[in-house]
């Protein structure tokens, strides 16, 4: 029933429990696993080239450096145990992308953290996460 | 993982497919399954009225309970009468389920447009993973 199944990751606690999820349904499903990460900074400063823009530019290429480092250890993890895994970087707000990752890959379960990394705008459920149950087409396992 | 799945149930077509849903996972991680459904009641029903929805919820559990136990997967049911979104939750804890099993709609049309009122109240108020479908 689950042949494709994309994992949303980052570092947080929630995120490092649904690897162990997505772990152990790839073994029994035989699924094949994408790992997302994502990483955005809103265009706060209309895109002015600035002294805030470089400091910005900075900041970027720290995350997109982080989240290689989150996904090449993940993917690691994932291969030890004999699991097809794919990775993907990918620029762009979080809820979104992962939505539209989903459906471009054909896969049949998205699973991630109910909580992520963010800021506390929601104490409960992320705004990528609401996003996702919202929009998503497939089935979404949401690990608390 | 999954050793036991709480499923609550409300009749619809929604629930149709996460009923297959849940029988592919429980088949797979050789899990329980305990079926729930809840009936809410108002002073303004009638003693009638209220057995009438009693039955009804019978009804709906039985053919889910039959369905499941006809793959040969292990059962339990429920029937309460209250808020669903909070008994789900008070169940879940009481059966010490691993994993809830929803819909993202509810048996409510008008507030269907997104995610039905007691999927979001489980998905604010959980503690465990929830699997909407």
Redesign the interface.
Do not use: W
């Given at each position: 029933m689950f042949n494709k199944i994309l994992l949303a990751t980052d570092d947080s606690v929630p995120a490092k429990k649904a690897i162990d999820y997505v772990q152990n349904i790839a073994i029994k499903y035989n699924a094949e696993v994408i790992l997302l990460n994502t990483y955005y900074i809103p265009d706060m400063f209309n895109g002015k080239p600035s002294e805030h823009y470089m400091y910005l530019s900075k900041v970027e290429e720290n995350m997109k450096e982080h989240g290689e480092k989150i996904l090449y250890e993940t993917s690691e993890k994932m291969k030890a145990k004999n699991i097809n895994v794919n990775t993907l970087l990918i620029k762009g707000p979080t809820g979104p992308t992962i939505v539209s990752e989903a459906e471009k890959n054909n896969c049949d379960l998205i699973v991630m953290g109910s909580r992520g990394l963010g800021n506390v705008t929601s104490i409960l459920i992320s705004s990528a996460s609401n996003y996702t149950i919202h929009h998503a087409k497939c089935p979404v396992l949401l690990i608390k | 993982?999954f050793k036991k799945i709480l499923l609550p149930v409300d009749g619809t077509e929604h629930s149709e497919k996460t009923i297959q849903?849940v029988k592919?996972i429980a088949k797979?991680?050789n899990s329980t399954v305990v079926i729930f459904h809840s009936y809410s009641s108002n002073p303004l029903y009638t003693m009638d009225m209220e057995e009438k929805l009693r039955q009804y919820s019978f009804a709906i559990v039985d053919k889910v309970v039959a369905e499941l136990s006809n793959d040969d997967i292990s059962v339990k049911s429920k029937i309460m009468k209250g808020h669903a979104g909070q008994l789900i939750i008070d169940l879940a804890k009481e059966e010490n389920c691993d994993l809830i099993v929803m819909g993202?709609h509810d048996n409510n049309e008008i507030k269907n447009f997104?995610?039905g009122s007691v999927s979001n109240f489980v998905?604010?108020?959980?503690?465990?993973?929830?699997?909407?479908?």
């Amino acid at each position: 029933m689950f042949n494709k199944i994309l994992l949303a990751t980052d570092d947080s606690v929630p995120a490092k429990k649904a690897i162990d999820y997505v772990q152990n349904i790839a073994i029994k499903y035989n699924a094949e696993v994408i790992l997302l990460n994502t990483y955005y900074i809103p265009d706060m400063f209309n895109g002015k080239p600035s002294e805030h823009y470089m400091y910005l530019s900075k900041v970027e290429e720290n995350m997109k450096e982080h989240g290689e480092k989150i996904l090449y250890e993940t993917s690691e993890k994932m291969k030890a145990k004999n699991i097809n895994v794919n990775t993907l970087l990918i620029k762009g707000p979080t809820g979104p992308t992962i939505v539209s990752e989903a459906e471009k890959n054909n896969c049949d379960l998205i699973v991630m953290g109910s909580r992520g990394l963010g800021n506390v705008t929601s104490i409960l459920i992320s705004s990528a996460s609401n996003y996702t149950i919202h929009h998503a087409k497939c089935p979404v396992l949401l690990i608390k | 993982m999954f050793k036991k799945i709480l499923l609550p149930v409300d009749g619809t077509e929604h629930s149709e497919k996460t009923i297959q849903c849940v029988k592919d996972i429980a088949k797979k991680c050789n899990s329980t399954v305990v079926i729930f459904h809840s009936y809410s009641s108002n002073p303004l029903y009638t003693m009638d009225m209220e057995e009438k929805l009693r039955q009804y919820s019978f009804a709906i559990v039985d053919k889910v309970v039959a369905e499941l136990s006809n793959d040969d997967i292990s059962v339990k049911s429920k029937i309460m009468k209250g808020h669903a979104g909070q008994l789900i939750i008070d169940l879940a804890k009481e059966e010490n389920c691993d994993l809830i099993v929803m819909g993202k709609h509810d048996n409510n049309e008008i507030k269907n447009f997104l995610i039905g009122s007691v999927s979001n109240f489980v998905i604010h108020n959980s503690k465990i993973p929830i699997f909407l479908v």
